[in-house]
Each structure stands twice: as C-alpha cells, then as structure tokens.
C-alpha cells in the first residue's frame, strides 16, 4: 500500500482514458434521473482536485459527444456487473478486472461476496494511483481483493496472475472492458484464446472497436474525431474487427455460448424511454459475453 509521501506525489492526467471513464461515471451520479448505474465511489476515486471539479460543475462534461460516451460508459458498466453478480449467484469464486483502471466493482462488492477472490490487472503506475486514491478517501480494501501489475501486450497474463494466488484449474468471470482497442488484432485473440483454455463455466465480457466501413457514415466522423482525440493523448487505438469474422473465431477457440450486444439493444435495455435522452448515439464499439 503506497504511503503517505508517496499518495501526495502521485499525479495522473485527467484526460487519460481511465480518468475520462471515471469521469463519465461519476458524473452520472451527478446529473443523470433516473441513475442506472449506483457507483458512489467513482467520484473519490478521481481524487481530491480533480473530484472537486467535477462535483463543483458536472456541466463542464455534459456536451452531446460526452453524453453519448458517458451512456456507453454506463451502459458497458451495467452489463459486466450483470454477467459478474451473475457468475458469482452461480459459484463462480474468482473475479478478473483485466485493465481495471479506476473501476469500483471490486471496492463496492467485495464486502458482499467475502467468498469471492477479486484480481485487479493493469499497469504497476495505475494499481500505485488507485489504491493512493482509496487511502485518501478512506476506502476499505476488501480482504480478498488483489492488485496484480501486468502490461497485456507483452506479458501472459495468467502467468502473472497465478503468481498472486489465482487458480486457472477453478471458472473465472473476466471483465476486460476499453482495452482491446488499444491491442493488436493478434494481441485481442491472443487473450481471448487464453480464456478460452481456462476451467468450465468460466466467462468473460469485453467490448471491441467495429469495422469502421461498417458503419453509417455520422458515425463514421464520430469514430474519426475520438479516435483523433485519443490518439493525441498517447493512446491510439491499434485493432477493429468484423463482428461476423469475430463470432466465428470465438466458436472456433471453444467458447460454448456467445451473447452479442449493440448500441440499439442496450440502449432499449438499459435506457428505455427515458425523460433526459441519456443514450449511445452511435454505433462503434460492440459487446460480447463468451462462456466457456
């Protein structure tokens, strides 16, 4: 656990992909009625300075393009505690972050399911700054949950995974949402093939880039811009797929049941009707839950 000397020279950039997603996160729980998605810890986590801004004018991250983002946030977020509490309902006793960033599934539920081992991967700077922020905040770490530093372009995640206590011979439910469009095409199914290999009943939920000609062309520029935006960041996105193409190759590695979910649907699911708007506008990214 970082100490103190060390919480007060910890800095992060506000615009980084993971703070963006807090961000949008937290900034549900500010403006948007109804809520969906009850994650009170989002806020916290972005730290003192940065938390402050946000509380003080939730408006500044309010223009359509960031409410577009923030409904697939939120929408994404919903889906995975969906597949998660429902994996753990039915015995599954190990929980996988995969590039956890500043998710709270963990420290909001890991009093809940005292059972259930949790494992938080994501590169050693992030998992330093995350459990910084919890210190600040006054979080309680659960007993069973474990920060596991890990670079998945260049490390076997597993390997490093076991070495932290975790069993690959026992099912796992894996959330591994906003990383692989920052993976190679090869890299994505590098990761997807390992869970594949891992003990029955196993499950993981993760979202991937669409193939940009496959979509209308609004969204198309709405792709463009992002893509732009992150790329000037140091974060360029790196892969894209088919979503037949994919679908077949997720069979052809042995996953025994596969859900797909787009834009359209979780919006009816999550965002039926609602008085505010709130909804994803576009269709770039896409959903898939795969079980073993």
């Not at 490390?155 to 439910?173: H, I, K, M, T, Y």
């Not at 520029?221 to 935006?229: L, N, P």
């Amino acid at each position: 656990m970082p100490d103190s000397v060390t919480i007060q020279n910890l800095s992060a950039n506000p615009n980084d992909s993971a703070h963006r997603v807090a961000i949008a996160r937290a900034v549900h729980q500010l403006l948007d009625d109804p809520k969906v998605l009850d994650d009170a810890l989002s806020l916290p986590l972005l730290g003192p300075e940065l938390g402050k801004a946000v509380s003080d004018d939730p408006f500044a991250y309010n223009d359509p393009s960031a409410r577009s983002m923030r409904a697939g946030i939120v929408v994404r977020s919903l889906l995975a505690e969906d597949v998660l509490n429902a994996a753990v309902a039915r015995g599954v006793a190990q929980v996988v972050s995969l590039g956890a960033g500043l998710d709270t599934y963990a420290l909001r539920h890991g009093a809940s399911m005292p059972q259930v081992s949790l494992y938080e991967v994501d590169q050693p700077a992030m998992l330093e700054l995350k459990q910084a922020r919890a210190v600040q905040a006054g979080l309680k770490i659960p007993a069973r949950m474990h920060f596991v530093a890990a670079d998945l372009a260049r490390q076997c995640w597993l390997e490093v995974l076991a070495r932290s206590g975790f069993d690959n011979a026992q099912p796992v439910a894996i959330s591994w949402l906003g990383v692989s469009p920052y993976l190679t095409p090869d890299q994505v199914r590098s990761v997807l093939a390992s869970v594949a290999g891992l003990a029955p009943g196993s499950v993981i939920i993760f979202d991937y880039r669409v193939a940009t000609d496959l979509l209308h062309p609004i969204e198309q520029s709405m792709v463009a811009v992002t893509e732009r935006i992150f790329a000037a960041m140091g974060e360029p996105w790196l892969s894209q797929f088919r979503p037949e193409e994919l679908l077949e190759e997720l069979q052809g590695m042995g996953f025994s049941q596969i859900d797909t979910y787009d834009a359209t649907g979780l919006n009816q699911r999550y965002f039926h009707r609602r008085k505010d708007g709130l909804q994803i506008a576009g269709g770039g990214f896409s959903y898939i839950v795969a079980q073993r």
